[in-house]
């Protein structure tokens, strides 16, 4: 069974940047499309960002320009490169699957706020 475990979250100033990390303690298909959630307070899980195995992205029109998702599947990590952060993105993150009905178990997430 895989476990996932998000890190590198924190209080950012807006503006600055942060990198988020997904671990696995067992193995990722490589064959399976990952993707970052976030979920702010009082809202719904909403998909941030997926990428293939081959490496092919997609974005949520709000982080589009700004944030860059990759893989390594040779360490099972999934990573979220977060830049010119604004308030608005104050939520909590988790990595998964990006197929709904297919998920992994789900992490604890890391925490991201941004202040103004």
């Known amino acids: 069974q895989v476990h996932l475990v998000e890190s590198g979250g924190g209080l950012v100033q807006a503006g600055g940047s942060l990198r988020l990390s997904c671990a696995a303690s067992?193995?990722?298909?490589?064959?399976?499309?990952m993707a970052w959630y976030r979920q702010p307070a009082g809202k719904q899980r909403e998909l941030v960002a997926t990428v293939t195995s081959g490496g092919r992205t997609d974005y949520a029109d709000s982080v589009k320009g700004r944030f860059t998702i990759s893989r390594d599947n040779n360490k099972d990590t999934v990573y979220l490169q977060m830049n010119s952060l604004r308030p608005e993105d104050t939520a909590v993150y988790y990595c998964?699957?990006?197929?709904?009905?297919?998920?992994?178990?789900w992490g604890q997430g890391t925490q991201v706020t941004v202040s103004s």
């Open positions: 998964n699957t990006a197929i709904p009905g297919n998920f992994y178990s």
């Open positions: 067992g193995s990722i298909s490589s064959l399976i499309r």
